[in-house]
Antibody
Framework: EVQLVESGGGLVKPGGSLRLSCAASGFTFFTYGMNWVRQAPGKGLEWVSSITSSSYMYYADSVKGRFTISRDNAKNSLYLQMDSLRAEDTAVYYC????????????????WGQGTKVTVSS | DIQMTQSPSSVSASVGDRVTITCRASQGISTWLVWYQQKPGKAPKFLIYAASSLQSGVPSRFSGSGSGTDFTLTISSLQPEDFATYYCQQANSFPRTFGGGTKVEIK
């Protein structure tokens, strides 16, 4: 079964740091681009960051310079290092896998984890 | 950045109704458009990619259409399990952007 399991969320003070992890199983992790998407309480979905299979990284302007995405293919794991956290970073953070079919990526998120909650508050 | 605008923001419908949700991109994205369904407290579920291709296992009452800037998601006969919030997402370029969501509620 293809599965993504996030961990590492919690309560942190403004200006603090947190590292999210996403453990992948059931697919050849190293061949897929991976993503982080967040959802603030009662709000819609917001793309945060992507990393390709070759480790090219992309970020939303709202987190650029503060968040760092990375991956460890040996551990089948995706990470999001979040520094200089702000109240507006409060959200459920999902990791999501890119959809790949017929030798083509569609830049769609086909498998999602259950999410990990991050609360930034003093 | 490409802005994605969904309408309506909410719709009340009955079981068996036909429901259509619209998504408009601020610039042309060809068919790089994805649809998701999300239920409260759950992760989004992948429904449709490339504007009109149904993901495996998704019921055929769901369909997508459109290209360029205007897209639609149609549920041909609403079922009880379809009451949820639906999001579109442009897959054309970074940053990936989502529509604001359309909540399908029970009438």
């Amino acid at each position: 079964e293809v599965q993504l399991v996030e961990s590492g969320g919690g309560l942190v003070k403004p200006g603090g740091s947190l590292r999210l992890s996403c453990a992948a199983s059931g697919f050849t992790f190293f061949t897929y681009g991976m993503n982080w998407v967040r959802q603030a309480p009662g709000k819609g979905l917001e793309w945060v960051s992507s990393i390709t299979s070759s480790s090219y990284m992309y970020y939303a302007d709202s987190v650029k310079g503060r968040f760092t995405i990375s991956r460890d293919n040996a551990k089948n794991s995706l990470y999001l290092q979040m520094d200089s956290l702000r109240a507006e970073d409060t959200a459920v953070y999902y990791c999501a896998k890119y959809y790949y079919d017929n030798s083509r990526y569609y830049n769609a998120f086909d498998i999602w984890g259950q999410g990990t909650k991050v609360t930034v508050s003093s | 950045d490409i802005q994605m605008t969904q309408s309506p923001s909410s719709v009340s419908a009955s079981v068996g109704d036909r429901v259509t949700i619209t998504c408009r991109a601020s610039q042309g994205i060809s068919t790089w458009l994805v649809w998701y369904q999300q239920k409260p407290g759950k992760a989004p579920k992948f429904l449709i990619y490339a504007a009109s291709s149904l993901q495996s296992g998704v019921p055929s009452r769901f369909s997508g259409s459109g290209s360029g800037t205007d897209f639609t998601l149609t549920i041909s006969s609403l079922q009880p399990e379809d009451f949820a919030t639906y999001y579109c997402q442009q897959a054309n370029s970074f940053p990936r952007t989502f529509g604001g969501g359309t909540k399908v509620e029970i009438k």
